[in-house]
C-alpha cells in the first residue's frame, strides 16, 4: 500500500514557466512534509519543507502549498530554469521513528 | 565534515558475494538511517540506529542483510549472499533527535550484482 502518491511521473516545462508537482497522503499521523531534489547519481538532496500546521511556505522560487483536509500538498517551481532538471521527491515523516516514506518521484525536463 | 559520506560509491559483484558498505553520518547527529533505491522509485526505509542502537528494522530488511553502528559513529550495512534483486542505490541519512529537523543524505552506493 502506497502512503504517499505523486503526480505526474514526468513533466516537461518551458524556460520560465511554473512546474508544479502534487502528492498525497493517507496517514494523519505525519507530521512533516519535505520535498527532496534528486540529480541524477547522486543523494537526494533537502529542497523546501513544511509542517502541517502551515498552508503554505515560500523559499525563493520554491513554494509548497499544504492542504490538511484534503491531505495534499504540492511543490511549484516559479521561473522553472534548466538547472532545475531533476527528479523531485515528496516525503512524509512518521513520528514515532522519523523515517520519511517517498513518493515514487517527478522527473522534471525544463526546456531552454 | 560538511556532510553525510558514503563509501564506496559504486559496487559491481558477483551473485553469492558479501558485500559491505560504510556511512559516516554528520558528526553531530544521532540519528542514521537507510534507505534502498531502485531504478525510477523513491528510497525505501530499510532500518535506522539511534546512537549505536538500532531501533527498527524495516519488512524489507531480509535475514541477509545486516547493519550495526558502532560507538554510535560510523554505520555499517552489509548484504550477505547477494542477489540480482539487490542491484539498488544504498542511502544513508542522518538527522538530530531533537526537534523538528532535516534528514541529510549521502551520495550513495550504488550496488551492480552481476
Known amino acids: 500500500q502506497q502512503q504517499v502518491k505523486q503526480s505526474p511521473q514526468s513533466l516537461i516545462v518551458q524556460k520560465g514557466g511554473i512546474s508544479i508537482i502534487n502528492c498525497a497522503y493517507e496517514?494523519?499521523?505525519?507530521?512533516?512534509f519535505p520535498w527532496y531534489q534528486q540529480f541524477p547519481g547522486k543523494g537526494p538532496a533537502l529542497l523546501i519543507a513544511?509542517?502541517?500546521?502551515?498552508s503554505e511556505k515560500k523559499e525563493g522560487r520554491f513554494t509548497i502549498s499544504f492542504n490538511k483536509s484534503a491531505k495534499q500538498f504540492s511543490l511549484h517551481i516559479m521561473d522553472s530554469q534548466p538547472g532545475d532538471s531533476a527528479t523531485y521527491f515528496c516525503?512524509?515523516?512518521?513520528?514515532?521513528?522519523?523515517?520519511?516514506?517517498f513518493g515514487k518521484g517527478t522527473m522534471l525536463l525544463v526546456s531552454p | 565534515d560538511t556532510g553525510v559520506s558514503q563509501n564506496p560509491r559504486h559496487k559491481i559483484t558477483k551473485r553469492g558475494q558479501n558485500v559491505t558498505f560504510r556511512c559516516d553520518p554528520i558528526s553531530e547527529h544521532n540519528r542514521l538511517y537507510w534507505y534502498r533505491q531502485t531504478l525510477g522509485q523513491g528510497p525505501e526505509f530499510l532500518t535506522y540506529f539511534q546512537n549505536e542502537a538500532q531501533l527498527e528494522k524495516s519488512r524489507l530488511l531480509s535475514d541477509r542483510f545486516s547493519a550495526e553502528r558502532p560507538k554510535g559513529s560510523f554505520s555499517t550495512l552489509e548484504i550477505q549472499r547477494t542477489e540480482q534483486g539487490d542491484s539498488a542505490m544504498y542511502l544513508c541519512?542522518?538527522?538530530?533527535?531533537?526537534?523538528?529537523?532535516?534528514?541529510?543524505f549521502g551520495q550513495g552506493t550504488r550496488l551492480t550484482v552481476v
Open positions: 496517514n494523519t499521523a505525519f507530521d512533516y
Open positions: 541519512a542522518s538527522s538530530l533527535v531533537e526537534g523538528l529537523t532535516e534528514a541529510f
Open positions: 516525503a512524509a515523516r512518521s513520528p514515532q521513528n522519523s523515517t520519511l516514506t
Open positions: 513544511i509542517r502541517p500546521d502551515v
